[in-house]
């Protein structure tokens, strides 16, 4: 944390024991909570969650136990907590692709929602603007893929996908 004059150390997150943490996001929620994502990769790649208020880390939240979640993003979009990942696992009950997330304000967690199943998608990347949209874009076989969802009180509504295909 940085007071404007000097940089001051914070505690640590949460360790999750595995030696291969990767890829850690940070977003701010109103209120100055910190929210933080990561990728684990031993015996796997699992993503996890935590959020860090009043000197406090939470206990870190496997995005999902089914599948893997790589390179996990995450967005605080008012008072709802936003992840993403993509999954290159296959698994009959899930899926590969893009996955989505989010914690509404009062804190309940809804389950994963794909953005896409397409067996190609990989490495995700997400912003929100000040539309009340959500951008997300991934790689897909050589080609970008690209779509806005609508956040609102109930989440994301996956249903609103528009990819489009850019060669990059």
Not at 36 to 44: F, I, K, M, N
Not at 75 to 94: E, H, K, Q, T, Y
Request: proline letters at 7%; a negative charge; charged letters at 20%.
């Amino acid at each position: 944390m940085n007071d404007g004059v000097t940089w001051q150390r914070m505690p640590n997150p949460p360790d999750t024991s595995t030696g291969y943490s990767c890829y850690p996001r940070i977003a701010i929620e109103r209120g100055d909570t910190l929210h933080l994502v990561w990728e684990e990769r031993g015996g796997g790649y699992n993503g996890f969650y935590s959020y860090h208020v009043d000197d406090y880390w939470s206990q870190p939240r496997r995005l999902m136990d089914t599948c893997d979640a790589r390179n996990p993003q995450i967005l605080c979009a008012g008072d709802n907590v936003i992840l993403f990942w993509w999954s290159a696992i296959r698994n009959p009950n899930v899926g590969i692709g893009v996955y989505g997330s989010w914690r509404d304000s009062c804190g309940i967690w809804y389950p994963p929602a794909p953005a896409t199943t397409n067996s190609r998608a990989g490495m995700v990347t997400a912003t929100y603007d000040l539309s009340n949209k959500i951008h997300l874009a991934w790689g897909n076989a050589g080609f970008i893929e690209y779509c806005w969802e609508m956040a609102g009180s109930n989440g994301i509504s996956m249903e609103q996908n528009t990819p489009l295909k850019k060669k990059h």
